[in-house]
């Protein structure tokens, strides 16, 4: 998922949407376990390859866009302290959030 992530910055919505999708399979396949689920989540905001597409991706619109849903699920979960992560990734996360949020606020 990591290196579809990655090279999802790259492609057009279409693509990205059915990497994003990856994401919601997942958590559709373990919803009922939630302690797995939240583990694989905390490891994936901890994943360098992850905060390194985030980072670079906080300027592009489009990506953040399509990527919006997974970003939302990942913050509320780290809000709700449902994750084990650091609060660097914590802050970047709630970075993207703002840099979807902000232009539709203002």
Known sequence: FLQAWKAAIAR?????AGV???????????SYDTQVLFHC?????EAPLFSETLD???HNWDFL?????????LHGMLVD???KTG?????RVAEAVEAILGPLEG
Do not use: N, P, T
Not at 41 to 45: D, H, P, S
């Open 12 to 16: 057009d919505a279409q693509v990205r």
């Open 20 to 30: 994003f999708e990856q994401w919601q399979f997942f958590e559709m396949e373990y």
């Open 41 to 45: 989540a905390g490891k994936l905001c």
């Open 56 to 58: 670079s991706a906080m």
């Open 65 to 73: 866009r399509d990527a919006c849903g997974i970003i939302f699920r």
């Open 81 to 83: 302290r449902e994750l």
């Open 87 to 91: 609060d660097a990734h914590r802050r």
